[in-house]
């Protein structure tokens, strides 16, 4: 039984599922619609009773979370924790409030992750375009199938287009077309990439597009489609009703109203500029899609292990010696004895990609490595996962003074070491088991080597010269036994 818990700019939802062989049923909903968006002040940060109303929510949602036997549970969140300039102040008060851990992902994750629960759905193998607006951003995924082809973000959402557009809920003609006239200049680079020649069906993921197709068949407009016909045809209704305290109509509940109405503008601005005609409203997305990746993680198809394969290869890394480094690290890493088993998936992928950066320069390449991980668009990976591994990789070699404060985590520390001894061991050509060689880490380093290493390896005198020196330069002493 798995929980996706999604903290959106327009609301907070919750879903828990349970696979039951060939899909996910849901067994319990819910959702608060906070707004948390419209709470960031002139200055991009969240606002006091924003942060308070959020924490009151998650709190909530601890206790409904606390009543089910969940094996897995993943609480993500989007643009408006993305772009809020004190969210690391928020972060940790939320992540108590809920009791696990929050990942802020990027725009292209929440892209992937929207795509996934639309595919769940949908069992034809059709070329499709899926569009998702939220209260922050929206996001486009051109699919075959099950798989994603391109994915993108842009920070054009309900919430910026109702504050900008529609103030004090005002709405009229000049204002409307001012709204998808914005719209369409975010949209620009996608009418290539997104033609309609690269797709059979396009679809509409969000709690937005929901609301509009619900609109437009309970009012009877047009044909009931989400046509562009008719979208323009709910827009003029809309116009009409001049302020979005009269507006009257089934399907909506008021508090939905603004969001509808910025949301529109941005649908219609996205039809118009990439040219399509119509499209169908599901209802599936980000939550869905979260429940069936943890269900993919527990059936050890986690996509991280193919994003960072496809990274590797990418960048021309050796994939010998990558493989070989990162099968040392992880026994070592078990050698060493960490009190969680947590690390280790994240030491084997940074492991992998130790190297990426020789394609930029020989020099410092273990910088640019670090770099390129915890920049790049790495599907299946958080931001944090991101950062952590690129603070792996730049340990990798060299002094440990970069990463000081981080090796008071005694687990990251083993893991630092593990990679450094299975780099240092590739390094010296030494291409053998190294299940015998014995390494533990408490309030000193020690390890033990064989003899006959040294002297067939004449450089690996070197490199633990090289190691004991950095460690000891952060505290650490290292003690070096040689075996017969």
Same mark, same amino acid.
């Given at each position: 039984?798995?929980?996706?818990?999604?903290?959106?700019?327009?609301?907070?939802?919750?879903?828990?599922?349970?696979?039951?062989?060939?899909?996910?049923?849901?067994?319990?909903?819910?959702?608060?619609?906070?707004?948390?968006?419209?709470?960031?002040?002139?200055?991009?940060?969240?606002?006091?009773?924003?942060?308070?109303?959020?924490?009151?929510?998650?709190?909530?949602?601890?206790?409904?979370?606390?009543?089910?036997?969940?094996?897995?549970?993943?609480?993500?969140?989007?643009?408006?924790?993305?772009?809020?300039?004190?969210?690391?102040?928020?972060?940790?008060?939320?992540?108590?409030?809920?009791?696990?851990?929050?990942?802020?992902?990027?725009?292209?994750?929440?892209?992937?992750?929207?795509?996934?629960?639309?595919?769940?759905?949908?069992?034809?193998?059709?070329?499709?375009?899926?569009?998702?607006?939220?209260?922050?951003?929206?996001?486009?995924?051109?699919?075959?199938?099950?798989?994603?082809?391109?994915?993108?973000?842009?920070?054009?959402?309900?919430?910026?287009?109702?504050?900008?557009?529609?103030?004090?809920?005002?709405?009229?003609?000049?204002?409307?077309?001012?709204?998808?006239?914005?719209?369409?200049?975010?949209?620009?680079?996608?009418?290539?990439?997104?033609?309609?020649?690269?797709?059979?069906?396009?679809?509409?993921?969000?709690?937005?597009?929901?609301?509009?197709?619900?609109?437009?068949?309970?009012?009877?407009?047009?044909?009931?489609?989400?046509?562009?016909?008719?979208?323009?045809?709910?827009?003029?209704?809309?116009?009409?009703?001049?302020?979005?305290?009269?507006?009257?109509?089934?399907?909506?509940?008021?508090?939905?109203?603004?969001?509808?109405?910025?949301?529109?503008?941005?649908?219609?601005?996205?039809?118009?500029?990439?040219?399509?005609?119509?499209?169908?409203?599901?209802?599936?997305?980000?939550?869905?899609?979260?429940?069936?990746?943890?269900?993919?993680?527990?059936?050890?198809?986690?996509?991280?292990?193919?994003?960072?394969?496809?990274?590797?290869?990418?960048?021309?890394?050796?994939?010998?010696?990558?493989?070989?480094?990162?099968?040392?690290?992880?026994?070592?890493?078990?050698? &060493?004895?960490?009190?969680?088993?947590?690390?280790?998936?994240?030491?084997?992928?940074?492991?992998?990609?130790?190297?990426?950066?020789?394609?930029?320069?020989?020099?410092?390449?273990?910088?640019?490595?670090?770099?390129?991980?915890?920049?790049?668009?790495?599907?299946?990976?958080?931001?944090?996962?991101?950062?952590?591994?690129?603070?792996?990789?730049?340990?990798?070699?060299?002094?440990?003074?970069?990463?000081?404060?981080?090796?008071?985590?005694?687990?990251?520390?083993?893991?630092?070491?593990?990679?450094?001894?299975?780099?240092?061991?590739?390094?010296?050509?030494?291409?053998?088991?190294?299940?015998? &060689?014995? %390494?533990?880490?408490?309030?000193?380093?020690?390890?033990?080597?064989?003899?006959?290493?040294?002297?067939?390896?004449?450089?690996?005198?070197?490199?633990?010269?090289?190691?004991?020196?950095?460690?000891?330069? %952060?505290?650490?002493?290292?003690?070096?036994?040689?075996?017969?």
């Amino acid at each position: 039984m798995f929980a996706a818990v999604d903290l959106g700019s327009n609301s907070f939802r919750l879903h828990i599922g349970t696979h039951d062989g060939e899909s996910i049923r849901i067994l319990k909903t819910a959702r608060d619609p906070i707004r948390l968006g419209a709470g960031l002040d002139k200055d991009g940060n969240l606002t006091p009773q924003a942060m308070q109303t959020a924490l009151s929510c998650l709190r909530n949602f601890r206790a409904i979370l606390s009543e089910f036997p969940l094996d897995a549970v993943r609480v993500v969140a989007t643009n408006t924790l993305r772009i809020a300039r004190n969210a690391a102040e928020f972060l940790p008060h939320a992540e108590e409030a809920i009791g696990y851990p929050i990942e802020i992902i990027s725009g292209e994750e929440e892209g992937r992750l929207i795509y996934m629960g639309v595919a769940s759905t949908l069992a034809s193998k059709e070329r499709r375009l899926v569009i998702d607006i939220g209260g922050g951003s929206t996001e486009l995924i051109l699919g075959h199938g099950a798989e994603i082809v391109h994915v993108d973000s842009y920070g054009v959402g309900t919430v910026r287009q109702s504050e900008t557009f529609f103030p004090g809920g005002r709405i009229d003609a000049a204002s409307y077309d001012a709204a998808i006239l914005a719209a369409r200049t975010y949209f620009e680079d996608a009418a290539t990439p997104y033609h309609p020649k690269h797709w059979n069906a396009a679809y509409g993921s969000s709690g937005t597009m929901r609301a509009i197709s619900d609109v437009i068949a309970k009012n009877a407009i047009g044909d009931g489609s989400m046509s562009l016909h008719n979208l323009e045809a709910l827009k003029n209704m809309l116009i009409g009703f001049g302020h979005v305290g009269k507006i009257n109509l089934l399907g909506i509940k008021p508090e939905r109203v603004i969001v509808m109405i910025g949301g529109l503008s941005v649908l219609i601005g996205v039809m118009q500029e990439i040219g399509v005609p119509s499209m169908t409203a599901v209802d599936a997305g980000l939550r869905m899609g979260v429940l069936w990746d943890l269900q993919l993680r527990a059936t050890r198809r986690d996509r991280r292990d193919q994003s960072a394969h496809e990274f590797m290869r990418r960048f021309q890394a050796d994939e010998g010696r990558a493989v070989r480094v990162a099968n040392t690290a992880a026994t070592l890493f078990q050698q &060493l004895r960490p009190e969680f088993d947590v690390y280790a998936r994240y030491l084997y992928w940074s492991s992998l990609l130790h190297e990426i950066g020789l394609t930029v320069s020989h020099t410092g390449f273990h910088k640019h490595s670090a770099y390129m991980v915890e920049n790049a668009d790495l599907p299946g990976f958080t931001t944090r996962e991101q950062h952590f591994m690129s603070m792996l990789i730049v340990a990798q070699k060299g002094n440990l003074r970069k990463v000081g404060e981080a090796l008071h985590d005694p687990d990251f520390a083993k893991a630092v070491l593990a990679l450094r001894l299975a780099a240092m061991l590739m390094h010296s050509r030494i291409d053998a088991d190294v299940s015998h &060689l014995r %390494v533990k880490m408490k309030n000193r380093i020690e390890l033990e080597i064989d003899n006959a290493w040294l002297s067939e390896h004449r450089t690996l005198s070197y490199w633990l010269d090289k190691e004991r020196g950095a460690w000891n330069e %952060v505290g650490m002493e290292f003690n070096v036994k040689v075996s017969a």
